[in-house]
């Protein structure tokens, strides 16, 4: 049986280019933002009627997931008091997930699972039923600029159909709540069992097969050759650039966490 993984901290910090350089590691599958969890965790009494999108996350995920795994949720059992049934449906959806994604290679040879979903994933709500129910699991936090992160955000408003509402208001609020959700990451590694490896999107892009074979350590795996080849290829070194205009509020707040990890 694969061992779980999760991500934690905000969107937009270079989420995305981390799950497709795990994902080209023949023992690792990490599914794209299908909200399980959240899922889960809204089943764990019963099965709802209607699933409600997690505050301050988009409905896309979540939806998506329910329609393609329709079949599974249908013919699961109540989860009511039953974590084995709790973490069995995860494994069958995840599982699905992945033929999806790439029918190869055999679920036989993949060691790791886990999700996207990194706001979730860090919400002190949701950690008491996932330590619950995946106590082995690990959790990859990436961080990145918030600079970067809240312009992009602003900038995905005016060209994506759907976002989280939270991401329409001022950029004084959408700081904050960064802010928020990198406290979230600090008091789980301050409480929780579980190993946490934190790396900075910037390293990730000035330093990637360095970077990366700490990331695949951490799991005890090597960087693989086509996840290197990727990274030299495709992997720009400074993406952030092109926000640097980019105005920052300022909250105190978030000061804190940028001196912790080095912001300037």
């Given at each position: 049986?694969?061992?779980?993984?999760?991500?934690?901290?905000?969107?937009?910090?270079?989420?995305?280019?981390?799950?497709?350089?795990?994902?080209?590691?023949?023992?690792?599958?990490a599914?794209?933002?299908?909200?399980?969890?959240?899922?889960?965790?809204?089943?764990?009494?019963?099965?709802?009627?209607?699933?409600?999108c997690?505050?301050?996350?988009?409905?896309?995920?979540?939806?998506?997931?329910?329609?393609?795994?329709?079949?599974?949720?249908?013919?699961?059992?109540?989860?009511?008091?039953?974590?084995?049934?709790?973490?069995?449906t995860?494994?069958?959806?995840?599982?699905?997930?992945?033929?999806?994604?790439?029918?190869?290679?055999?679920?036989?040879?993949?060691?790791w699972?886990?999700?996207?979903?990194?706001?979730?994933?860090?919400?002190?709500?949701?950690?008491?039923?996932?330590?619950?129910?995946?106590?082995?699991?690990?959790?990859?936090?990436?961080?990145?600029?918030?600079?970067?992160?809240?312009a992009?955000?602003?900038?995905?408003?005016?060209?994506?159909?759907?976002?989280?509402?939270?991401?329409?208001?001022?950029?004084?609020?959408?700081?904050?709540?960064?802010?928020?959700?990198e406290?979230?990451?600090?008091?789980?590694?301050?409480?929780?069992?579980?190993?946490?490896h934190?790396?900075?999107f910037?390293?990730?892009?000035?330093?990637?097969?360095?970077?990366?074979?700490?990331?695949?350590?951490?799991?005890?795996l090597?960087?693989?050759?086509?996840?290197?080849?990727?990274?030299?290829?495709?992997?720009?070194?400074?993406?952030?650039?092109?926000?640097?205009?980019?105005l920052?509020?300022?909250?105190?707040?978030?000061?804190?966490?940028?001196?912790?990890?080095?912001y300037?």
């Amino acid at each position: 049986m694969p061992r779980q993984f999760f991500f934690m901290g905000n969107k937009r910090s270079g989420t995305s280019l981390l799950v497709r350089l795990l994902n080209l590691h023949p023992e690792m599958f990490a599914s794209h933002e299908s909200d399980i969890l959240w899922i889960l965790y809204q089943a764990r009494n019963e099965w709802p009627r209607r699933y409600q999108c997690y505050p301050w996350d988009g409905p896309l995920g979540m939806n998506k997931t329910l329609q393609d795994c329709a079949h599974i949720f249908n013919s699961s059992p109540s989860l009511a008091n039953d974590g084995k049934a709790i973490f069995n449906t995860f494994c069958r959806v995840e599982e699905h997930l992945r033929r999806l994604a790439a029918p190869t290679p055999p679920a036989s040879s993949i060691k790791w699972v886990g999700d996207k979903k990194p706001v979730q994933q860090s919400d002190p709500e949701l950690r008491p039923f996932i330590e619950e129910h995946f106590p082995d699991a690990r959790y990859l936090h990436i961080v990145r600029h918030p600079r970067a992160v809240i312009a992009s955000k602003l900038e995905a408003v005016k060209t994506w159909p759907v976002v989280p509402e939270f991401w329409k208001k001022r950029p004084e609020f959408v700081l904050d709540r960064w802010a928020l959700h990198e406290d979230w990451v600090l008091q789980a590694k301050a409480t929780m069992k579980s190993p946490i490896h934190t790396l900075r999107f910037e390293d990730l892009c000035s330093k990637p097969i360095e970077t990366m074979e700490g990331v695949f350590a951490f799991f005890g795996l090597n960087l693989p050759g086509e996840a290197a080849n990727f990274l030299v290829r495709d992997v720009k070194p400074d993406p952030n650039k092109k926000y640097d205009s980019f105005l920052l509020p300022h909250s105190n707040h978030a000061r804190r966490i940028m001196e912790l990890y080095q912001y300037s």
